[in-house]
């Protein structure tokens, strides 16, 4: 799908389609792009809206036939809510929505009135952005296993985003195309986190991850079981050794050997299939464990979006890649690990894996001296319970990376909320036999998940830690239900909520 910047009057547009968003009770100015459609329809959105068939509600859609009466075959009417309660986001869901009911009826090419009379407060570049995002993010679709193609597929041609003024043309063009490469990079890592765990096994998902290095000029790195064992990576291969699939760890390197600008390391858990190991899971829903890899493939699809944008930053993508498998020589509650940082680790259950995985991660990013750490993980059950869908899960060691984090979410649409990270829930993983031990018990697993991953960030001078923030995306990185912009399966969350922080965090210096 092209999307292109125009200037011009909405209701002029030489297209298949018209796209108008429309507030809740909104008082129609007489000269806005709304009345002088309505008034070239012959009263027709007035009529939907005084017999209630059109309110305007959010993601609300109303599709009118124009009968010749405009170029535009049809005009699909969204609504944007109430005024005071639109936010970023809601551009992303009406265009995702809109986008989606253009595709259901065939249109090829639609227009939509991005800057006239209407919304305020929003600078062009984010609104394009976002609605540039909305739209990208609702046409993935992923049927690679259908052998039947849905035939809707073909979609939507182009967009053409309408600059009535013309005042914000360079401003949209720039947005569009960060919107673009940042929309492509989740659908990027939504395609690797929906992949069944057979077709993307670790050894499959670094070839993947290396290809992505040649194609958009990263450096990368893939560490295989012999040099894992030299490096005595003991977390990642103990949890690797109840599977038959070799595990693998994968580096991609932004701005390598750039001294000046600062460094940060990102982690992600790929587990490409959590059958829970010896302490197995129930049956019902394991199917999904596939998506166990999702905070490593959005890793991968951020590290696309930074090498795009160029963003001035020294970025790397750590990814330890491993099944957790119940096999023969599967890890055992009661077994002890010694891991790559020297800490030794009891295994309670060999459920707990990312936590281990994630923890030579955390001790190798050392190796890269970085300003800050950041790790994403499909990591507790916990997490799902205590927010749900909505949110990601957020803990860390540092106030400033949590305040960017925050509202990175915001802005990205990609929300996190914080749970505290006090010394005390340190009891709760206090081992009898060795340094700490992979569950502290049902209470707060969420937080014993990140004060258990706490225990492997590198030291600095002065007894200090590594600024660190932890994501725990178990609920928000696949959906059950069908979104605006977001439909059934992997989300690629992180991966909008990363390049914005990651933006900003080289914005701040
Ligand atoms: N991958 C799971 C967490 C998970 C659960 C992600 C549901 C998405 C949806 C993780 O490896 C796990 O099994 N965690 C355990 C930890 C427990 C044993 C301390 C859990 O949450 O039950
Ligand atoms: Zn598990
Ligand atoms: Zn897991």
Redesign the pocket.
């Known amino acids: 799908m092209d999307i292109k910047i125009k200037k011009g009057c909405i209701e002029k547009q030489d297209v298949d389609g018209i796209i108008l968003g429309m507030f809740e009770k909104e008082k129609w100015k007489s000269k806005s792009a709304i009345t002088r459609l309505d008034n070239l329809l012959g009263g027709l959105i007035k009529d939907m809206v005084k017999s209630g068939e059109f309110k305007g509600k959010i993601n609300e859609v109303v599709t009118l036939p124009t009968r010749g009466d405009i170029p535009a075959r049809r005009v699909i009417l969204v609504g944007l809510g109430k005024k005071n309660e639109f936010k970023l986001d809601s551009i992303r869901q009406v265009s995702g929505k809109s986008t989606n009911e253009a595709r259901r009826i065939g249109l090829k090419r639609v227009a939509v009135l991005l800057t006239g009379d209407g919304i305020k407060g929003f600078s062009v570049n984010s609104m394009s952005r976002a609605y540039a995002e909305g739209a990208l993010l609702s046409i993935y679709k992923f049927d690679r296993y259908k052998t039947e193609k849905d035939d809707t597929q073909d979609g939507i041609k182009e967009l053409w985003l309408i600059d009535e003024y013309g005042r914000g043309l360079e401003e949209a063009k720039d947005g569009v195309k960060v919107g673009r490469i940042i929309a492509e990079s989740a659908n990027f890592a939504r395609d690797l986190a929906n992949q069944p765990a057979n077709e993307l096994p670790p050894v499959k998902l670094a070839d993947a991850a290396r290809r992505l290095a040649r194609e958009c000029g990263l450096a990368s790195m893939i560490f295989d079981e012999r040099k894992l064992k030299k490096l005595k990576m003991n977390a990642l291969l103990g949890v690797a050794q109840g599977s038959d699939e070799p595990p693998r760890f994968i580096i991609l390197e932004y701005n390598k050997g750039e001294k000046k600008k600062g460094t940060v390391v990102l982690a992600g858990k790929a587990?490409t299939f959590?059958s829970?190991g010896i302490?197995l899971?129930p049956s019902e829903k394991m199917e999904e464990?596939k998506y166990?890899k999702s905070g490593g493939s959005a890793i991968i699809g951020v590290m696309r979006a930074v090498a795009l944008l160029r963003l001035p930053l020294h970025v790397i993508g750590l990814i330890p890649a491993t099944e957790n498998l119940p096999g023969g020589s599967a890890l055992k509650p009661g077994d002890v690990l010694k891991s790559f940082s020297g800490k030794t680790i009891e295994i309670i259950?060999t459920?707990?894996?990312?936590r281990l995985i994630l923890a030579d991660a955390l001790s190798y990013a050392d190796r890269f001296k970085p300003d800050a750490i950041i790790d994403i993980a499909?990591?507790?059950?916990?997490c799902?319970i205590a927010l749900g869908h909505n949110a990601t899960g957020i803990l860390g060691n540092d106030e400033g990376l949590l305040a960017l984090f925050k509202e990175a979410g915001e802005r990205s649409g990609e929300r996190v909320w914080e749970l505290p990270l006090w010394k005390e829930y340190d009891e709760q993983i206090k081992s009898d036999i060795a340094d700490v031990k992979n569950?502290g018990g049902r209470p707060a697993?969420t937080i014993t998940?990140a004060a258990f991953l706490k225990k492997f960030l590198p030291d600095l001078a002065g007894g200090r830690k590594t600024p660190w923030a932890h994501l725990d995306i178990?609920g928000t990185?696949w959906k059950e239900k069908e979104g605006p912009y977001l439909s059934k399966g992997a989300t690629g969350v992180g991966v909008r909520l990363l390049v914005q922080f990651l933006m900003d965090y080289a914005d701040k210096g």
Not at 351 to 354: K, L, M, T, V
Not at 378 to 382: E, P, Q, V
């Open positions: 587990i959590d829970g302490s899971k464990m166990d259950s459920d707990a894996e990312g499909t990591l507790t059950g916990a799902v569950v697993g998940g178990a990185a």
